[in-house]
């Protein structure tokens, strides 16, 4: 029984185009994250969310956008996609945003043709 | 450079063998490790975290951890076939313990 669901689990798209990756999660925690991992690159952060405040943001892109609705959302809305934007995009929750684990959603896999 | 390196890139061991990971840190902010275990096509989970110099065990895997070198190391005793999967080395650096820096990961199979 996943407690990070994360919708859709494949998500196709033409560039230049617009989706939004959903993330719910069921732990009880008060922080939440995204991770992208693409071929021949390390799992990358890209945004960090405590109480659902935006905590730190380290992606370069305005095209990136998180939005928080609720304290158990993190959805992660990518605006004019490119065909480097293809890759698997993991939310994550811990407790606090300390040094906890993190525990990750099954990812949605995104290919931008 | 990968603040986070670790090797070997890929690792093949008999059942039954023992697995040996490397995990290094260029960054000297780095303060704590963990290492993650990522089956093909699933999402990586938690396997074990280190804070303090020394050594942790836990069942068949061991981390020790050289805080004056930035080394981190995981064994693996009596691998087993669903040991096979990516192992991804973390760390956190200091003043910012919300973001995790990850390495290319190691891949072991464990021969049958």
């Known amino acids: 029984d996943p407690k990070i669901i994360q919708k859709p689990k494949y998500l196709v798209a033409v560039t230049g185009s617009e989706k939004i990756l959903i993330c719910e999660q069921y732990?009880?925690?008060?922080?939440m994250y995204w991770y992208r991992q693409s071929a021949k690159k390390p799992l990358e952060f890209m945004f960090s969310?405590?109480?659902?405040?935006?905590?730190d943001n380290q992606t370069a892109s305005s095209r990136f956008q998180p939005q928080s609705s609720k304290k158990n959302h993190l959805d992660l809305q990518i605006t004019a996609l490119k065909p480097d934007d293809s890759a698997t995009y993991f939310c994550?929750?811990?407790?606090?945003?300390?040094?906890?684990?993190?525990?990750f959603g099954s990812g949605t896999r995104l290919t931008v043709l | 450079q990968q603040k986070v390196q670790q090797s070997p890139e890929s690792l093949i061991v008999p059942e039954g063998g023992m697995a040996s990971l490397n995990c290094t840190s260029s960054d000297r902010n780095v303060d704590y490790f963990w290492w993650y275990r990522q089956h093909s096509g699933k999402s990586p989970k938690m396997l074990m975290?280190?804070?303090?110099?020394g050594e942790k065990e836990e069942g068949r895997f061991t981390v020790h951890l050289n805080k004056a070198s930035l080394h981190t190391s995981l064994h693996i005793r009596d691998s087993q076939p669903s040991d096979s999967a990516l192992y991804l080395c973390?760390?956190?650096?200091?003043?910012?313990?919300?973001?995790?820096?990850f390495g290319l990961g190691t891949t072991l199979q464990v021969q049958p």
């Open positions: 969310y405590s109480y659902q405040k935006l905590m």
């Open positions: 973390a760390a956190s650096m200091t003043g910012n313990t919300r973001k995790l820096i």
């Open positions: 975290s280190i804070f303090s110099n």
């Open positions: 732990l009880g925690h008060n922080a």
């Open positions: 994550a929750s811990s407790q606090q945003g300390g040094q906890e684990t993190l525990y």
